[in-house]
């Protein structure tokens, strides 16, 4: 089974941490590739954070109303099928926002 790395994403130069809101999916859901995971807020910008692959919630690693520095892991996803190229992802998701942001990543452990 692959997991894969939901994290943090960079919300600009300055930006060195976000608050999450609200977790959009829990534990247990099933996720598509450019759905709504959560939803997290900076000091300029509030923001959907987007599942980067497709597969299930398994672990949520950080509460609501929690401040976490960029690039930290906040969640896995895990495929029962790694085998299908159809959800893995090509590349970093892109964030639904409402200014300018660099894409969510993803990063596959084993």
Do not use: C, H, R
């Not at 976490?68 to 906040?74: Q, S």
């Amino acid at each position: 089974m692959a997991k894969f790395e939901l994290v943090m994403p960079k919300m600009g130069e300055s930006i060195m941490e976000a608050t999450i809101l609200k977790w959009v999916k829990k534990v247990g859901d099933t996720v598509d590739i450019d759905e709504t995971v959560l939803e997290i807020a900076t000091d300029k910008v509030d923001s959907e954070v987007p599942s980067s692959a497709k597969g299930v919630i398994t672990e949520i690693l950080y509460p609501e109303n929690t401040t976490v520095e960029i690039g930290k892991v906040i969640a896995i996803i895990s495929q029962e099928q790694a085998g299908d190229a159809a959800s893995v992802p090509a590349a970093a998701a892109e964030i639904k926002s409402t200014a300018t942001a660099p894409a969510a990543q993803a990063t596959q452990t084993t």
